[in-house]
């Protein structure tokens, strides 16, 4: 019962872990405005406006990895404070995105904007409308929020790997799994964010509205889940055959190529519809759907990359439990949902071309499987 109460009390926000999240947000949004970064133009938007964003999240991550490390050699700072705070961390951000999603339901109804990026489109629905958003790209003092959070949810990812690798290392349970787990997270973060433009090109910019569903996505899902890993092998130890390690290996380098390959390839196309793909001039269905590369395999082939990746996180944990595989498990449902979704707008936009498309390349995720 003791133990009941205290884990349910470490459910409850306390001061500290308000301050840990509110300096996070508030020097992320202060490094957004002030650093240096390359001003990349957003997609042409249904009224022909375009955002830009400026990509300086690289930076801004190393400059927080200096302050942060300034501050723990220093002894300002506690290398374990973020994973000592999990638990309080994980509720107090919930609760911010439950009333930012709020507010943004509420500035979304009573907007008069009528631009693309700001026009408010209410169904009536408060569930519909709180969970997927009213309006595309609202901005607070300056600040995309959509961009901003999922910088902030990303780099929120390391943060708290770092740190779970601190207690792990004082811990003395820090062994080759906990490595290859680390080693293949940081990979996989500071490459999104070095290309970070690429973002600006992907549906959840473009298209989807910010309401609950990607405020809760960027900064508590991505952050507090994808870790799930890390606190597993905190407290288990594996060992791995060299086999294993060597497959793991593999299957990371081959979704990271797919993925980063794929997303590469559709942003340039985007950018500029007639430069090479793997070293040919692109072919094109109806003038408008690129069906050269990775785009000619699959249909979602960059969602293949990203199963490929998220196996590698959970590889390192061994078979002994589900637990560590709850993320490639959960993201393999999420993409199939997309990918019909995905597939549903886009015979909508493109019909005739869409259906040319679908009997060139017909493979949705998994070459000669599905």
Known sequence: ??????????????????VVLSSYLGYLAIAGLVLPGKAVPGA?????????YRCNGLLSLVLLLVLTGTGVYLGWISPTVIADKGIELLSTTLLFSILVSVILYIAGTISRHTSASLKPHVTGKF?????FGIQLNPHFMGIDLKFYFVRAGMMAWLFINLSILSKTYLAGTANLSVFLYQLFCAIYVIDYFYHEEFMTSTWDIIAERLGFMLVFGDLV????????QGWWLLKNQVELPSAAIVANCIIFITGYLVFRGANKQKHIFKKNPKALI???????????LLASGYWGVARHCNYLGDLMLA????????????????YPIYLFILLIWRERRDEARCW???KEIWAEYCKLVPWRIFPYVY
């Not at 042409?44 to 830009?52: E, M, N, T």
């Not at 899902?221 to 799930?228: A, D, E, G, M, V």
């Not at 001039?281 to 003038?287: E, F, M, Q, T």
């Open 1 to 18: 019962m003791e133990f009941d109460k205290s884990l349910l009390d470490s459910f409850i926000p306390s001061l500290s872990s308000v």
């Open 44 to 52: 042409v938007l249904s009224d022909g406006s375009r955002l830009h």
């Open 127 to 131: 569930i519909d409308d709180w969970w």
């Open 221 to 228: 899902f991505i952050p507090f889940t994808f870790s799930i």
């Open 278 to 288: 793997w070293g040919k001039p692109p072919k094109l269905v109806g003038g408008k």
């Open 311 to 326: 196996l590698s996180f959970s590889l390192p944990c061994g078979a002994s439990s589900v637990i560590p595989y709850f």
């Open 348 to 350: 909508q936009k493109y």
